[in-house]
C-alpha cells in the first residue's frame, strides 16, 4: 500500500505538443483516484506515466515516497488493467493470473493460493482452466483485474476498463470494482472518459482538460461546487445549462437579467457575494434538476416561461429541451405526471439556491 | 382490390429470390469450372512425372499410343533410385541442409523481427525496409560474389557452404513476413508482460513466440520450401557428388550426355517433392489459424 504523488508532471512529445502540462496531484494511501475527461485531456497519459509505460519529459512521481522516475515497470511494484484486457491469448486463467508470479519466482503453493484466492474473490474460479477466447467480454475484464489482484502491487491502474463492455455490463462491473477496492484496499488510479463512472467510483475525482487539472475533489463537491465551466458542464448529465445573463442591482437586491426580458432576484443569501458584480455579464449555470415543474414554497425558487422544443418522456422523469436567445439547447427535469409539449408554452421553476454564476471571459466560477 | 393486389406483391418478391438464386448458381459454377481448369493445369505435370515414373524404359521410348496411359505399370525406377546409395545420400544431404537453414534463419529472424517491430530504435524502420529490399536481389545475380566469399572460406563443395548461403534468401523474407506478424500483436500485451515483470527476452520467448506461432510456422514453411528447392546455389558451389543435395544430384547423375534416364528421374523428382507435400500437408492447419483470437476484445 501506498500513496502516489506528481510533482510538476510534464509529457511533451516529439514536435513540442504536451500531453501533459505540468501537474501536481497527492494521491492518499488506499484512495481510490479516478482521472476523468474528455479525449486528449492527457488522463492516459498521466497514468501510462505512472505506470512507467511513457517517459517523462519533466517533473517527478513517486510511488510510497519513492521516486520511480527512472525505474522500469516492473519494479515500481504497480498492477495495471487495460481497456482492450490484454489477456495473454495461449495461456489459461489460471496461468495469465499466475504470469506475474511465475515471474517473480514465487513459490508454487503461494501462486496457488493467491490465484484462487483472486478467483474467489471476483467469481471466477470456474473459469480457470479456459483460455481467454472462451470467455465473456465481462469474464476476461474479471481475470485482467485478478492479474492484478494476485499481485498484491502498491498501486492498482485502471485504464479506461470498461469501455468494451455493453452498457449493462458496464454498470455491473463497476460494483464490483468497488466491490474489490473495498475488500483489498490498494491504493488505486482510474482513468475514464465517463463522468458517470468517476462519481460513482471515486473517493476523489481528478478532472482533466487540456493537459491540466482543472479540480480535484470527492464527487460531491465537484457537482454542487464546480470551480470551472469546463467542470460545471462536464460532470453531470444531462449537463449543466448555461444562460448569458446580466447582474443587475435593484433597490439594495440583485436580479439576475436572462434574454427574453426574464428578470430572477439572485437569493438575498448570495447577493453579498455578487454585490461587487452589479452591472456585469456572467453566464447563468444550473442544472436540469434545478429547472423544473412550477413550485412554491421557498424564497430563492423563480419561475420563467419557456416554449419547448423537444419532449424526452424517461419514465421515472421527462427531460424538456428549449432555447433562450444566445442560448445552445437547454433542459429541464420534470415530474413525468406534468403535461409537456413541443411548441406549447410552459412555466418552469428554477431553484436559485442552486444556481451558478460563472466568468465568461475566464470561466471560473464567481 | 386486395385480392388482385396480393398476388402481384407476392410474385415480385418470388421473382427477386429467384433471380438471386440464379445469380449465385452462376457464380457457384464459375467457381467451380474456374478452380478445375487450375486444378488440371496444376496437376498434369505431377501426373505425368507419376505416370512416367511407373513406366518401363522401353514403354517410355515408345512414341505409338497414348502417353498419359501406362500399360505396364512397374516400381523397377522407384526401386532403381531407393537401391542407389548415392541417391541416398543427396536425399540426406538435403534434409541436413535444409534442417538446419530453418533452424538457422529462425534463430535470426524471430529476434530481428521482434527488435524490429517491439523496441523502436533510431533506425529501426530504415532497418526494416532495408531487410525487405536485399530479398529482391535474385540468387542469379548474388551467386557470383558469393561464390568469391565462400571459396574464400575453404566451403565450396561443401554442404556447410551452403548452409551459409541459403539463409541470404530466407532471412530477410522471414524477418519480413514476422515483422508484420509480431506488429500484429497488441502493445497492451507486452505492456502487460513488462508490468507483471517480464524482460525482453522472457517477453519474446513466453508471450510472443507462442501467439505469433502461425507466423513463425508461415515463415518456417517458406525457408524449409526455399531450401529443399534451391538450385542456383549448389549448382554453382557443389561440384562433388557425395556433397550434393537433391536438386543438384538427381540431374547431373541421372543425365548423362544426352541420355536422359527419364524414368528414374521422374520418380526421383516425385520422391524430391515429397517432403515438401508432408510439410505442407501438417503445417497448413497452423498456418491458416488465428491462436490471437481472445487476446483483446473482439
Known amino acids: ?366 | 382490390m386486395s385480392a388482385t393486389a396480393a398476388p402481384r406483391a407476392g410474385h415480385g418478391l418470388f421473382h427477386k429470390a429467384g433471380s438471386l438464386r440464379a445469380e449465385r448458381r452462376w457464380a457457384l459454377w464459375s467457381a467451380y469450372v474456374s478452380l478445375v481448369i487450375a486444378a488440371i493445369v496444376m496437376l498434369a505435370p505431377p501426373f505425368y512425372m507419376l505416370i512416367t515414373a511407373l513406366k518401363t524404359s522401353a514403354e517410355i521410348a515408345d512414341l505409338n499410343g497414348n502417353p498419359w496411359i501406362v500399360r505396364d505399370p512397374t516400381l523397377e525406377n522407384f526401386a532403381a533410385i531407393l537401391g542407389n546409395e548415392m541417391f541416398r545420400g543427396f536425399f540426406w544431404n538435403s534434409i541436413l541442409v535444409t534442417l538446419l537453414v530453418v533452424v538457422v534463419t529462425m534463430l535470426i529472424s524471430i529476434p530481428a523481427a521482434f527488435a524490429l517491430s517491439r523496441m523502436r530504435f533510431w533506425g529501426s524502420q530504415w532497418l526494416a525496409t532495408g531487410v525487405f529490399l536485399t530479398y529482391l536481389v535474385p540468387d542469379t545475380l548474388l551467386f557470383i560474389p558469393l561464390y568469391q566469399i565462400v571459396g574464400g572460406l575453404g566451403l565450396l563443395n561443401s554442404i556447410w557452404g551452403l548452409v551459409l548461403v541459403y539463409p541470404t534468401l530466407t532471412v530477410p523474407f522471414c524477418t519480413w513476413i514476422m515483422i508484420g506478424y509480431f506488429a500484429s500483436i497488441p502493445k497492451e500485451l507486452d505492456e502487460a508482460a513488462l508490468i507483471d515483470g517480464a524482460g525482453w527476452l522472457q517477453m519474446l520467448w513466453r508471450i510472443f513466440i507462442p501467439v505469433a506461432l502461425p507466423g513463425i510456422i508461415a515463415a518456417t514453411i517458406f525457408a524449409f520450401t526455399v531450401s529443399w528447392a534451391a538450385f542456383v546455389y549448389p549448382t554453382a558451389f557443389i561440384t562433388r557428388p557425395d556433397e550434393m543435395p537433391l536438386t543438384i544430384g538427381v540431374v547431373s547423375q541421372l543425365i548423362r550426355g544426352d541420355t536422359f534416364a527419364w524414368g528414374q528421374l521422374m520418380a526421383g523428382a516425385l520422391l524430391a517433392a515429397l517432403p515438401p507435400v508432408v510439410v505442407y500437408a501438417f503445417l497448413m492447419d497452423y498456418y491458416v489459424a488465428g491462436l490471437t483470437a481472445g487476446a483483446t476484445k473482439g
Open chain 1, 1 to 366: 500500500m501506498a500513496q502516489v504523488t506528481l510533482r510538476r508532471l510534464v509529457k511533451e512529445y516529439e514536435g513540442g505538443v504536451q500531453a501533459v502540462k505540468g501537474i501536481d496531484l497527492e494521491i492518499a494511501d488506499h484512495e481510490f483516484v479516478v482521472l476523468v475527461g474528455p479525449s486528449g485531456c492527457g488522463k492516459s497519459t498521466t497514468l501510462r506515466m505512472i505506470a512507467g509505460l511513457e517517459d517523462i519529459t519533466g517533473g517527478e512521481i513517486s510511488i510510497g515516497g519513492t521516486v520511480v522516475n527512472d525505474i522500469p515497470p516492473r519494479d515500481r511494484d504497480i498492477a495495471m488493467v487495460f481497456q482492450n484486457y490484454a489477456l495473454y491469448p495461449h495461456m489459461t486463467v489460471f496461468d495469465n493470473m499466475a504470469f506475474g508470479l511465475t515471474l517473480r519466482k514465487f513459490r508454487k503453493d503461494e501462486i496457488q493460493r493467491r490465484v484462487m484466492e483472486a478467483a474467489r474473490i471476483l467469481d471466477i474460479t470456474q473459469l480457470l482452466d479456459r483460455k481467454p477466447k472462451a470467455l465473456s467480454g465481462g469474464q476476461r475484464q474479471r481475470v485482467a483485474m485478478g492479474r492484478a489482484i494476485v499481485r498484491d502491487p502498491k498501486v492498482f491502474l485502471f485504464d479506461e476498463p470498461l469501455s468494451n463492455l455493453d452498457a449493462k455490463l458496464r454498470v455491473q462491473m463497476r460494483t464490483e470494482i468497488k466491490k474489490v477496492h473495498q475488500t483489498v484496499r490498494t491504493t488505486t488510479v482510474y482513468v475514464t472518459h465517463d463522468q458517470v463512472e468517476a462519481m460513482t467510483l471515486a473517493d476523489r475525482v481528478v478532472v482533466m482538460n487540456g493537459g491540466i487539472i482543472e479540480q480535484v475533489g470527492p464527487p460531491q463537491e465537484l457537482y454542487h461546487r464546480p470551480a470551472t465551466r469546463f467542470v460545471a458542464g462536464f460532470i453531470g448529465s444531462p449537463a449543466m445549462n448555461f444562460i448569458p445573463a446580466r447582474i443587475e442591482p435593484a433597490s439594495g437586491a440583485l436580479n439576475l437579467r436572462l434574454p427574453g426580458d426574464i428578470l430572477l432576484p439572485i437569493p438575498a443569501e448570495r447577493s453579498d457575494r455578487y454585490r461587487a458584480q452589479g452591472g456585469r455579464e456572467v453566464l447563468f449555470g444550473i442544472r436540469p434538476e434545478h429547472l423544473t415543474e412550477t413550485r412554491q414554497g421557498r424564497a430563492t425558487y423563480a419561475d420563467l416561461e419557456v416554449v419547448p422544443e423537444v419532449i424526452e418522456p424517461m419514465g421515472m422523469e421527462t427531460l424538456v429541451h428549449f432555447h433562450m436567445d444566445g442560448t445552445r439547447d437547454l433542459c429541464a427535469r420534470l415530474d413525468p405526471t406534468i403535461p409537456a409539449a413541443p411548441g406549447q408554452p410552459l412555466r418552469l421553476t428554477a431553484d436559485l439556491a442552486n444556481m451558478h454564476l460563472l466568468d465568461p471571459q475566464s470561466g471560473r466560477v464567481l
